[in-house]
């Protein structure tokens, strides 16, 4: 089985605001080694440069990998889901960071799930901080 998550936090967008350009792209893809098992894809890429001149400017790629295990009912788009991986994150800021999800799917229609979740990411590197992430809105795709 294939899945594709789709949230608020993982998609694509364009922000124009007050001269400051943001570029935001990242999904994440999982696919089913078995009922319970899925390995999780992560790709991603920020683009980031406020007004002219201020020399502010942030490219970064990331990309990831992890696992994810699947509980509760037997069918895949109502049940509970948990897991993590690691992100390396390369460009103006280089660091890698450990990442844990836990969340719960709720079927809406035979290939697709609400899936809201949380997040915490633990960054290598000693002088950035954890950071705790609550997605309520979350799309998953499944087929």
Same mark, same amino acid.
């Given at each position: 089985?294939?899945? +594709?998550?789709? =949230?608020?936090?993982?998609?694509?967008?364009?922000?124009?605001?007050?001269?400051? =350009?943001?570029?935001?792209?990242?999904?994440?893809? #999982?696919?089913?080694?078995?009922?319970?098992?899925?390995?999780?894809?992560?790709?991603?890429?920020?683009?980031?440069?406020?007004?002219?001149?201020?020399?502010?400017?942030?490219?970064? =790629?990331?990309?990831?990998?992890?696992?994810?295990?699947?509980?509760?009912?037997?069918? #895949?788009?109502?049940?509970? +889901?948990?897991?993590?991986?690691?992100?390396?994150?390369?460009?103006?800021?280089? =660091?890698? &960071?450990?990442?844990?999800? +836990?969340?719960? #799917?709720? &079927?809406?229609? #035979?290939?697709? %799930?609400?899936?809201?979740?949380?997040?915490?990411?633990?960054? %290598?590197?000693?002088?950035?901080?954890?950071?705790?992430?609550?997605?309520?809105?979350?799309?998953?795709?499944? +087929?």
């Amino acid at each position: 089985m294939h899945e +594709f998550v789709l =949230t608020n936090a993982n998609s694509a967008q364009l922000e124009l605001i007050d001269g400051e =350009t943001n570029i935001t792209v990242q999904g994440k893809y #999982r696919y089913s080694l078995n009922n319970d098992l899925q390995i999780e894809g992560i790709l991603g890429l920020l683009n980031a440069s406020s007004y002219a001149g201020s020399g502010i400017e942030i490219n970064v =790629t990331t990309i990831g990998g992890g696992a994810i295990y699947n509980f509760g009912e037997k069918k #895949r788009g109502n049940q509970y +889901f948990g897991g993590g991986g690691i992100i390396l994150v390369s460009g103006d800021i280089d =660091t890698t &960071a450990l990442y844990g999800v +836990f969340g719960k #799917r709720i &079927a809406l229609t #035979r290939h697709l %799930s609400y899936a809201p979740y949380a997040q915490v990411t633990v960054p %290598s590197d000693s002088d950035s901080d954890s950071v705790i992430s609550i997605v309520p809105f979350a799309m998953n795709a499944l +087929f």
